[in-house]
C-alpha cells in the first residue's frame, strides 16, 4: 500500500446479491407512485443508503415548518400523505357536486357545504 493509496477514495457500492432481489427491487419501483416511496424501496434494497430522522426530511429540513422562502420542505406531501389524500377527497366531491348540479340554487348551496366540510 502507497502512501497516495491513503487519500484515493474507496467506493463502497452495495451491489444487489442475486437476480431475484434486482427484479422484486425493480418490480417495487415500477408501482411506486411518489418520490418518497421510490426512496424507501432504493434505501430497502440497498441501492443507496438514507438514515432520516421522523419528521425531517433527506436534507434535514423539519417537515412542520416553512422553508425560509415560505414553501412547503421537499417531501412534505409524501410525508403527510394521508392529509393530502383527505383534503384532495373533499376537494373532488366539491367539484362533483357543483358540476353536477342543475340550478344556480344549487350550485351555490354546494359551495356552501363545499366551505363547511374544508373547514
Same mark, same amino acid.
Do not use: C
Given at each position: 500500500? %502507497? /502512501?497516495?493509496?491513503? $487519500?484515493?477514495?474507496?467506493?463502497?457500492?452495495?451491489?444487489?446479491?442475486?437476480?431475484?432481489?434486482?427484479?422484486?427491487?425493480? @418490480?417495487? /419501483?415500477? &408501482?411506486?407512485?411518489?418520490?418518497?416511496?421510490?426512496?424507501? +424501496?432504493? #434505501?430497502?434494497?440497498? #441501492?443507496?443508503? %438514507?438514515? +432520516?430522522?421522523?419528521?425531517?426530511? @433527506?436534507?434535514?429540513?423539519?417537515?412542520?415548518? /416553512?422553508?425560509?422562502?415560505?414553501?412547503?420542505? $421537499? %417531501? =412534505?406531501?409524501?410525508?403527510?400523505?394521508?392529509?393530502?389524500?383527505?383534503?384532495?377527497?373533499?376537494?373532488?366531491?366539491? =367539484? &362533483?357536486? +357543483?358540476?353536477?348540479?342543475?340550478?344556480?340554487?344549487? &350550485?351555490?348551496?354546494?359551495?356552501?357545504?363545499?366551505?363547511?366540510?374544508?373547514?
Amino acid at each position: 500500500m %502507497g /502512501l497516495l493509496d491513503i $487519500f484515493k477514495k474507496r467506493h463502497t457500492t452495495r451491489h444487489i446479491s442475486n437476480k431475484n432481489d434486482a427484479n422484486q427491487a425493480i @418490480s417495487s /419501483l415500477e &408501482k411506486a407512485d411518489d418520490l418518497g416511496e421510490i426512496a424507501n +424501496v432504493l #434505501v430497502s434494497s440497498g #441501492v443507496i443508503s %438514507g438514515k +432520516v430522522e421522523k419528521g425531517k426530511n @433527506s436534507f434535514g429540513e423539519d417537515l412542520q415548518r /416553512l422553508t425560509q422562502n415560505g414553501e412547503l420542505p $421537499f %417531501g =412534505w406531501v409524501a410525508y403527510y400523505k394521508d392529509f393530502v389524500d383527505e383534503q384532495n377527497q373533499k376537494i373532488d366531491t366539491l =367539484w &362533483k357536486d +357543483v358540476y353536477t348540479a342543475t340550478t344556480t340554487t344549487k &350550485k351555490i348551496e354546494a359551495y356552501r357545504t363545499g366551505n363547511i366540510l374544508m373547514k
